[in-house]
């Protein structure tokens, strides 16, 4: 994985929580800003991505009860609870539905000793690193990112 400063960029990288957090900070921005409705084709132009991807993840956020959808006249999506009450970890479990490691998908050789401890030891390690992985995500919200991301903004 390459890194620039403090920019990643890995091609095979799910970028499913990226983009959920990305859609909520602009809908909590254009909410503090008077605008409590935004389209997918207005959120799909600040991630710079397809509208279909946007309604994707919105639709995901949407079952998690994390942003309503408004259809007819004045259609859109806007949050469904205030931005400092949505936090990071409850997106990714909105939009993640898969472990982040995974174990290989062949059974590892059992007449080897490695092949033999592998699993056990792994699923451990993974564990303590999901663990640490919701805290950090479940003390983050959505306007402390916001406020973060317009604190970059004026430096």
Known sequence: MASTGSSFHTMSANSRLTIGAHALAWLALAQRRGRPVLTSDEVAASVRTNPVVIRRRLGELHRAGL??????????????????????????????????FAMHPGEPNPECPVGRGIRPALHA?????????????????????????MRTERE
């Open 67 to 100: 942003v309503d959808v408004r259809r007819g006249a004045g259609a859109g999506w806007s949050l469904a609870r205030p931005a400092d009450r949505i936090t990071l970890l409850d997106v990714y479990t909105a939009v993640e539905h898969d472990p982040i």
């Open 125 to 149: 390690v993974y564990g303590d690193v999901e663990a640490v992985l919701r805290r950090r995500l479940a003390g983050t919200s959505i306007a402390a990112l916001l406020d973060q991301i």
